[in-house]
């Protein structure tokens, strides 16, 4: 049973930081791409970053682009979204799915976390 868990989430100011954990299990974690995506309240789900199975290639949103980290440990099957300078705008449910390849497009992910709210507040 493939199984993707969340944690890192919480209450931050405005140009504070967090970072967001996703452990997974029952895959073979290194094979995989890895990506976040968010959804704030009555938008819909967007994408924030992926990373491939090796973590040589990452894509990020416009959005977050420079400010927004993401990373893996293998060994650890463990992919981490770290957040600097938050905008209250950053505000959502940020999930962390699996795919073939660090795709954009959520459709392209077969795997999903539960998701961990994050809420900037200014």
């Known amino acids: 049973q493939v199984q993707l868990v969340e944690s890192g989430g919480g209450l931050v100011q405005a140009g504070g930081s967090l970072r967001l954990s996703c452990a997974v299990s029952?895959?073979?974690?290194?094979?995989?791409?890895m990506g976040w995506f968010r959804q704030a309240l009555e938008k819909e789900r967007e994408f924030v970053a992926a990373i491939g199975s090796n973590g040589a290639l990452t894509r990020y949103a416009d959005s977050v682009a420079g400010r927004f980290i993401i990373s893996r440990d293998n060994a650890k099957n463990t992919t981490y979204l770290l957040m600097n300078t938050l905008k209250p705008e950053d505000t959502a449910v940020y999930y962390c799915?699996?795919?073939?390849?660090?795709?954009?497009?959520?459709?392209?992910?077969?795997?999903w976390g539960q998701g961990t709210q994050v809420t900037v507040s200014s």
């Open positions: 029952g895959l073979t974690f290194s094979s995989y791409g």
């Open positions: 799915a699996s795919s073939s390849l660090p795709h954009s497009d959520p459709a392209r992910y077969a795997y």
